[in-house]
C-alpha cells in the first residue's frame, strides 16, 4: 500500500513534468522542483498566485460522466510548449489520483510516442495511488484509438456484476477480490452495443 504520504507529494514523471495533489502545492515546494507552470485541473481548488509562476485552470469534475476528453489536447500542446521553452509543469487535481493522471497520460500518449498502457505505467511507477476514473478511461481509449489507429488497453467488463474496468486495473481487482474470483481469466465477447470495439469479460474458471 503507498503511504499517506504520497498524497503530499510533488511526483517527478520527466524532468519537465510533474505531477500533484492540492496538498503538495506550495510555495516553496514550486521553488525547490523550480515550476513554471501549474495546470489546475479542479473545480474546487482557485489558482494559486505565484510571481513568476504561470496558472492555467481547466475545470474538471472528477466523476464518470465529465468530459475530461475536451482538454486533452490543449493541455497536452501546453506541456510541450512549456518543455521547448525550458520550462517545467505540475499538473494537480486534488488528490493527484484521477484528473491530473489522466492529462500527465494523454501527454505522454500524444507528445512523447508512448502507447497509452506504457503511459500509464510509466506514470504509476513513479507514483503508485494513480487511479483516473471509468469514464476517464473510456476516453483515453477512444483518444488513442483515434490518434493511433488502435488502443493498447481494452475494457474489461468482471463477470456477474455491472463493472467495466481497463484491463490494467484487473491485477488489482485480483488481489482486493481474492474471495470474489478463485481464478479470474478474461474472455473475449462480442459487445455491438459498446462505445469500445471489443470488450472482454472476466470470469472464474468453472
Given amino acids: ?69 475536451q482538454y486533452f489536447d490543449t493541455v497536452a500542446d501546453k506541456i510541450k510548449s512549456i518543455k521547448e521553452r525550458g520550462g517545467r509543469v505540475l499538473v494537480h487535481c486534488v488528490a493527484g489520483v484521477s484528473r491530473s493522471a489522466s492529462l500527465c497520460i494523454i501527454y505522454l500518449v500524444k507528445h512523447e510516442n508512448m502507447s497509452l498502457r506504457q503511459a500509464y505505467y510509466c506514470v504509476k511507477a513513479v507514483r503508485p495511488i494513480i487511479k483516473p476514473n471509468i469514464g476517464f478511461w473510456r476516453q483515453m481509449v477512444d483518444y488513442e484509438r483515434k490518434y493511433r489507429g488502435s488502443s493498447s488497453v481494452s475494457m474489461v467488463q468482471i463477470s456477474g456484476r455491472d463493472l467495466v474496468i481497463p484491463d490494467v486495473y484487473c491485477s488489482d481487482l485480483k488481489k482486493s477480490s481474492v474471495p470474489l474470483f478463485r481464478s479470474p481469466r478474461l474472455h473475449y465477447i462480442s459487445t455491438p452495443t459498446s462505445s469500445l470495439n471489443q470488450e472482454f469479460i472476466l470470469s472464474e474458471d468453472s
Avoid: F, H, W
Fill in 1 to 69: 500500500m503507498p503511504r499517506p504520504s504520497a498524497y503530499y507529494q510533488i511526483t517527478e514523471i520527466t524532468n519537465y513534468l510533474y505531477l500533484s495533489g492540492v496538498p503538495a502545492v506550495t510555495a516553496d515546494k514550486l521553488k525547490r522542483k523550480r515550476i513554471t507552470c501549474i495546470i489546475n485541473a479542479t473545480i474546487e481548488q482557485p489558482n494559486m498566485y505565484i510571481p513568476g509562476v504561470e496558472c492555467v485552470k481547466v475545470a474538471i469534475e472528477d466523476n464518470v460522466l465529465a468530459r475530461i476528453d
